[in-house]
């Protein structure tokens, strides 16, 4: 069993940075960041494994925010930068054990209980 606890949301101005974090207990091999909107899907921002492969939801998001697993501190990390209002969304972070590092949320079996992120 894995249990996962983010923090670092906050409100930002457009152009701010902010990093997430997601302190887990317990082990796994795929890790993500999620986001959603009061009455949408939740949809994938990116992921990582443990062999450091990393898929990301777009280049707008690529070209922004960084991805990473501290494996010693067993945190995940997600660093966004060039914050813009759009990207204002409850953020969650989730793990799984299966190798490829997806970003389909059905596909995670464990998950935080999210950290709101306003750019505004």
């Known amino acids: 069993h894995v249990q996962l606890v983010e923090s670092g949301g906050g409100l930002v101005q457009p152009g701010g940075s902010l990093r997430l974090s997601c302190a887990a207990s317990?082990?796994?091999?795929?890790w993500g960041w999620f986001r959603q909107a009061p009455g949408k899907e939740r949809e994938g921002v990116a992921s990582i494994n443990m062999d450091g492969e990393i898929t990301f939801r777009s280049d707008s998001v690529k070209d922004r925010f960084t991805i990473s697993h501290d494996v010693a501190e067993n945190t995940l990390y997600l660093q966004m930068n060039g914050l813009k209002p759009e990207d204002t969304d409850v953020y969650y972070c989730a793990a799984r054990f299966g190798i490829i590092a997806t970003l389909i949320p059905g596909r995670y079996t464990y998950w935080g209980e999210g950290t709101q992120v306003t750019v505004s």
């Open positions: 317990g082990y796994s091999y795929c």
